[in-house]
């Protein structure tokens, strides 16, 4: 693997023909990468389906910033305040209760009763909603989501990492209960709850950063989001926390060798290619 990150500057893959891991894009339907550059107050959909971000309340000249040796490249820093990004659209799948959300995170500890929300919808009834902080018990150190006024699925109680980098993975495999999975830097992260309400794809224009308006800002930096039209397999998720830029990573080119010089000393060589 390349250490160089891929950038807009360095090149990138754009789809699966060019990547070197083409599994990685399959069903991809949404995919924000901070990571290759700043791109003023637009935030880019890699996935090909266009639901680009605007940054709201936020200033590009100082929110895209580098990132540590964890993550490489740039990263969205929120204020918790009112920071956040608009996408387009709302975050929709196939089938509203098969897919995977991915995000990678680096908050405070939310402590308390408070929760931070990473994918929001404005509060619209039954569609998913992302979050980290506090569960139904108050307990810190949940990932959770909920649609408006019900906790449906719940992961195991962790302590929080504070100001750590944090790949947080949901997954739901059908309708009704028992059908939820989270993990947490490439390991099962547990469920606690596990709820049998269902989702139904939303209207409103999907939100990175809040929940709706002054709700459950997230503070802190926010690094690549994705949302696939599928349930991952451990395997892939485990390669994306390895390396987040995993499906970015172009296909390595193969150059015909030149060709060798003839052996010395070797007359069988140079009857051959003055018969050749």
């Given at each position: 693997m390349s250490l160089l990150i891929p950038s807009?500057?360095?090149?990138?893959?754009?789809?699966?023909?060019?990547?070197?891991?083409?599994?990685l894009w399959d069903q991809l339907v949404g995919f924000w990468a901070p990571s290759l550059g700043p791109t003023g107050i637009t935030l880019r959909d890699q996935s090909g389906y266009s639901n680009h971000g605007t940054l709201t309340t936020m200033d590009p000249e100082t929110d895209w910033v580098i990132s540590d040796s964890?993550?490489?490249?740039?990263?969205?820093d929120f204020d918790g305040a009112n920071d956040h990004i608009t996408l387009q659209k709302p975050i929709t799948f196939t089938n509203p209760n098969v897919f995977t959300v991915i995000a990678y995170v680096r908050i405070p500890e939310?402590?308390?009763?408070?929760?931070?929300?990473?994918?929001?919808?404005?509060?619209?009834a039954n569609v998913f909603q992302l979050e980290v902080g506090a569960g139904p018990g108050d307990e810190d150190g949940n990932i959770n989501i909920i649609i408006p006024g019900v906790f449906v699925a719940v992961s195991s109680n962790?302590?929080?990492?504070?100001?750590?980098w944090q790949q947080i993975v949901y997954s739901r495999s059908g309708t009704g209960a028992g059908k939820h999975a989270f993990y947490r830097n490439g390991r099962d992260a547990g469920v606690s709850t596990n709820g049998a309400n269902n989702y139904v794809n939303g209207t409103t224009a999907a939100r990175l950063g809040r929940r709706s308006a002054g709700s459950?800002?997230?503070?802190g930096q926010l690094s690549h989001v994705y949302a696939y039209d599928r349930v991952l397999a451990l395997s892939e998720i485990q390669s994306l926390y390895r390396d987040s830029s995993?499906?970015?990573?172009?296909?390595?080119?193969?150059?015909?060798a030149a060709a060798a010089a003839p052996p010395s000393g070797n007359p069988w060589y140079s009857y051959a290619q003055q018969v050749a």
């Open positions: 807009y500057k360095s090149g990138f893959a754009r789809n699966a023909a060019e990547s070197e891991n083409p599994n964890r993550m490489g490249g740039y990263v969205l939310p402590g308390g009763v408070v929760r931070y929300t990473i994918i929001g919808h404005e509060n619209e962790f302590n929080w990492p504070t100001l750590e459950q800002m997230m503070p995993a499906l970015l990573r172009p296909r390595r080119r193969v150059f015909a």
